[in-house]
């Protein structure tokens, strides 16, 4: 049986509501290395100190975390309030990378719905969000609009174990 929450369902979400979402993530040279050589990513600075030390007359003294993992975690960090429900990932525009991220520091994101409709498909509509991640002292490090498409509750409620009046039901060992 699904488990999802009872209050991020399509019907849920209003334009103009904003979460500033509860958990935080820190960055690991770990979560760094290992998506930059993944994605087979060559920009040395996320990789190589002793190049990054020659690099702007020495202006970074520690990797880069590359920008897609700033994103991932970001992303996953509003998942929990804004896309747990979701059918699929539309699409993301206006991304911004705004300061750099270090290895250990921790990142927050809140969000701000920017608009909900209709999709094609009667059981889930759409939802746009626009994300902002920040370090602990509060300096921005990235932006954009995530677009996901979201199950309605007006059919997917039951079938995900949530009762109508919004509770969830037991789950049974």
Same mark, same amino acid.
């Given at each position: 049986?699904a488990c999802?929450?009872?209050?991020?369902y399509?019907e #849920?979400f209003?334009?103009g509501t904003?979460?500033?979402?509860?958990?935080? %993530?820190?960055v690991?040279?770990?979560? *760094? &290395? /290992? +998506?930059?050589?993944q994605?087979?990513?060559?920009?040395?600075?996320?990789?190589?100190? #002793?190049?990054?030390?020659?690099?702007?007359?020495?202006?970074?003294?520690? %990797?880069?975390?590359m920008?897609?993992? *700033? &994103? /991932? +975690?970001?992303?996953?960090?509003?998942?929990?309030d804004?896309?747990?429900?979701?059918?699929?990932?539309?699409?993301?525009?206006?991304?911004?990378?705004?300061?750099?991220?270090?290895?250990?520091?921790?990142?927050?994101?809140?969000s701000?719905?920017?608009?909900?409709?209709?999709?094609?498909?009667?059981?889930?509509?759409?939802?746009?969000?626009?994300?902002?991640g920040?370090k602990?002292?509060?300096?921005?490090?990235?932006t954009?609009?995530?677009?996901?498409?979201?199950?309605?509750?007006?059919h997917?409620a039951?079938?995900d174990?949530n009762?109508?009046?919004?509770?969830?039901?037991?789950?049974?060992?």
């Open positions: 049986m999802t929450s009872h209050d991020n399509w #849920d209003a334009v904003r979460y500033e979402h509860a958990r935080g %993530r820190t690991s040279n770990e979560d *760094n &290395l /290992a +998506i930059t050589h994605t087979l990513n060559t920009a040395q600075a996320h990789f190589n100190l #002793d190049f990054l030390s020659g690099l702007m007359d020495g202006v970074f003294e520690e %990797r880069l975390v920008g897609a993992v *700033n &994103l /991932a +975690i970001i992303i996953g960090l509003t998942t929990e804004m896309s747990e429900n979701a059918i699929a990932d539309v699409g993301m525009t206006e991304i911004r990378l705004t300061n750099p991220v270090y290895r250990e520091d921790t990142l927050y994101a809140s701000e719905v920017v608009d909900v409709r209709e999709s094609t498909r009667e059981d889930a509509g759409l939802m746009t969000y626009r994300f902002t920040r602990a002292d509060g300096t921005e490090v990235a954009g609009l995530r677009t996901v498409m979201l199950k309605k509750r007006s997917w039951e079938a174990g009762a109508a009046g919004g509770e969830l039901d037991a789950i049974s060992a």
